[in-house]
């Protein structure tokens, strides 16, 4: 089945600086690879996701890219600010299998 | 936008009792839903697929005799977590599925929308 790595597991950044998160899947007929926000007792927020016929996309101060040789994908947070501090989840999906497969997601803190 | 509601939100219970998780996609069909369960500080995990009009499907590791669930119409899913022990303490999530593109192609893809979670709290 497929296996999402997702690095780092914890990540501070000052306020107004970039931060990166990185993800590795295993399946290579995956297509799909969402990218969840997750506040203290709530449920994902899905905030940007990608298929794999793009390469890149973007939506304001954030963005994702793909790598579909490599296997892996990225989420860019530009110009970060406190209400970014939550916890992120990639995810990957698709070809025969529709589940999707969580990485053990990553908490941002943004110190003002 | 897709919502997805999850009755309750919070419950707490005595070892030996049975709770039951509702999950109702508000303003679309979903013919496949998830649960997921996920312990503090750790990534959702996948219990079952709940398909409408048919037996769920259980991840590896997931007792089906000990976690219900019961798919009975396009819009409601529950999931019942019977003979609760403590260890059985955890926030449980479910999703609601969309499809899109065209299925079996490679263009299709599955959106999965997520409910609010019920913590259960087990004593």
């Known amino acids: 089945g497929e296996n999402v790595e997702q690095h780092p597991s914890t990540l501070s950044v000052q306020e107004g600086d970039s931060a990166v998160i990185k993800c590795t899947y295993s399946?290579?007929?995956?297509?799909?690879f969402p990218w969840y926000k997750q506040e203290l007792g709530k449920r994902p927020q899905l905030i940007i996701d990608i298929r794999s016929n793009v390469g890149e996309k973007k939506d304001q101060r954030i963005a994702v890219t793909l790598n579909k040789t490599a296997k892996h994908f990225s989420l860019h947070i530009t110009e970060t600010q406190p209400e970014d501090s939550a916890v992120y989840f990639c995810a990957a999906s698709g070809g025969s299998n529709y589940k999707l497969t969580f990485g053990k997601g990553t908490l941002l803190t943004v110190n003002p | 936008g897709a919502v997805v509601s999850q009755h309750p939100s919070r419950v707490i219970c005595k070892s030996g009792t049975s709770v039951k998780i509702e999950c109702r996609s508000l303003d679309f069909q979903a013919t496949t839903m998830f649960w997921y369960r996920q312990f503090p500080k750790q990534s959702l995990m996948l219990m079952a697929t709940?398909?409408?009009?048919?037996?769920?499907?259980?991840e590896q590791g997931v007792e089906k005799d000990k976690f219900l669930i019961n798919h009975a119409s396009l819009t409601l899913s529950t999931l019942t977590v019977t003979s609760a022990h403590p260890e059985d303490s955890s926030f449980y999530i479910c999703s609601a599925q969309t499809n899109h593109g065209t299925s079996g192609t490679s263009s299709s893809y599955n959106e999965q929308f997520f409910g609010p979670g019920t913590r259960l709290t087990v004593l």
């Open positions: 399946d290579s007929a995956s297509n799909y």
């Open positions: 709940s398909n409408e009009g048919s037996k769920a499907t259980y």
